[in-house]
């Protein structure tokens, strides 16, 4: 071995260069033709490798690999994973089912992550998990209706409060969504009524916090429309975990990107976004289906509005 070949190698390339320098050596001693029949390689290659050791020794056999390959990505899908990351903010799994159901194109979740930094996108923010307690025992319930969880969003309309209340059906996401004026007994009663007539299936159970909107007349209510009810425990939100995470899509989805001056015109959005939610944004939690499509899967005779 010559001082040229004991000069160090990335660990990464020593098989490579061993290799390399294994054929170079064949074609010294026998010749480029011979050794190219032997390898099964151009003779141009092996006469590169060979000039290059020459003249710089092993440093000359190292792989010499662009820093940056040209993407094998179409440009009219980057342009939908540029749209996909800064527009709607997804990630690369939610952009993979994205562009699966909306425009009939695959990609792998890695591919779509490299494309999201060859493009120079910024990460996600990171969810404050930490800061909210966890449900350790995650559960779902077998068939829609079984467990309905209900909630109420405070949000601001040109100034003034507003009461976004919520129920969403633990087996299926479907979701019901009114906006009220006030937040008490008299609004929870009637999205009592509005719940039912809205949801394709009976509800057996309905469970909520014990926010003062909720009283006992209320729960008597529930339990007279032969409804099972039942509180959560006292700062637990995590048992009402789905009706929560939803109002987190709420404000990243709808609200946040929409201004209203007047309470009717943000209540009449709600009722779009609603049907937007249940209709067409396809949830992760159901593994790329939208809440109507596992619905209709579990209940095919429901009537869906």
Request: aromatic share 8%.
């Amino acid at each position: 071995m010559t001082k040229a070949h004991e000069e160090p190698v990335a660990t990464r390339y020593r098989l490579r260069v061993k290799q390399r320098l294994a054929i170079v050596e064949y074609a010294v001693a026998h010749s480029l033709l011979a050794a190219s029949r032997r390898f099964g390689l151009d003779r141009k290659t092996i006469r590169e490798w060979r000039d290059r050791w020459r003249q710089q020794g092993i440093v000359g056999l190292i792989p010499r690999y662009p820093a940056r390959r040209k993407s094998r990505v179409p440009e009219d899908v980057m342009r939908l994973l540029e749209h996909a990351r800064r527009e709607l903010g997804y990630g690369a799994p939610r952009t993979r089912i994205w562009l699966r159901r909306v425009h009939k194109r695959d990609l792998p979740a890695a591919t779509i992550q490299k494309a999201f930094v060859r493009l120079g996108l910024p990460r996600l923010p990171r969810s404050r998990r930490a800061s909210h307690p966890r449900q350790l025992r995650l559960f779902e319930m077998p068939n829609p209706g079984d467990s309905v969880q209900v909630d109420v969003k405070v949000i601001k309309i040109n100034g003034k409060k507003a009461y976004q209340y919520t129920a969403l059906d633990d087996c299926t996401r479907f979701r019901v969504l009114r906006l009220y004026r006030e937040l008490n007994q008299r609004s929870s009663l009637d999205f009592l009524c509005e719940l039912r007539r809205a949801l394709p299936f009976p509800v057996r159970r309905l469970q909520c916090d014990n926010g003062t909107e909720f009283p006992l007349a209320f729960s008597l209510s529930v339990q007279e429309a032969g409804i099972r009810h039942r509180y959560i425990k006292p700062r637990c939100p995590e048992q009402n975990g789905k009706v929560e995470r939803s109002h987190r899509v709420d404000n990243e989805e709808f609200w946040t990107r929409h201004t209203f001056t007047a309470f009717d015109p943000a209540a009449q959005a709600l009722l779009r976004w609603e049907r937007t939610y249940n209709f067409d944004r396809f949830s992760m939690a159901l593994h790329g289906d939208t809440p109507v499509e596992k619905l209709t899967r579990l209940l095919p005779a429901a009537k869906v509005a």
